[in-house]
C-alpha cells in the first residue's frame, strides 16, 4: 500500500467516526485542528546523542560522578532479629 491510500483510508475512518457530530461540534473541531496547523512546531533534537540520554552538563564527568557520590541518601533501616 502507498501513503496515498494509507492516507486517504485513514481519513475516511475519521470522517465516518465524526459525521454523527453536532455542528457545532464540528465547527469545533474545525477550529482546533485549524489552531494546530497554526503554531508552530518546535525543532526536534534530531543529534544521535538525544537517542542515547546524552547528559549536558558544564562540569567535568569526574567532578559531576563526585557531586553524584556526594548527594546520595541511604534511607535503608537495619532491623535487628
Known amino acids: 500500500m502507498r501513503t496515498t491510500d ?3 483510508n485513514l481519513v475516511d475512518s475519521y470522517y ?3 459525521r454523527n457530530l453536532s455542528p457545532n ?3 469545533e473541531l474545525i477550529a482546533r485542528l485549524s489552531k494546530s496547523m497554526k503554531t508552530a512546531k ?3 533534537n ?3 546523542k ?3 540520554g546524552a ?3 558544564d ?3 569526574d567532578d559531576f560522578v563526585e557531586e553524584l557520590k556526594k548527594d546520595r541518601k541511604f534511607s535503608r533501616k537495619e532491623i535487628d532479629l
Open 25 to 27: 461540534n464540528k465547527l
Open 16 to 18: 465516518t467516526l465524526l
Open 50 to 52: 538525544s537517542l542515547f
Open 42 to 44: 518546535r525543532a526536534k
Open 46 to 48: 534530531n543529534s544521535w
Open 6 to 8: 494509507i492516507n486517504t
Open 59 to 61: 562540569q567535568s564527568a
Open 55 to 57: 547528559l549536558v552538563i
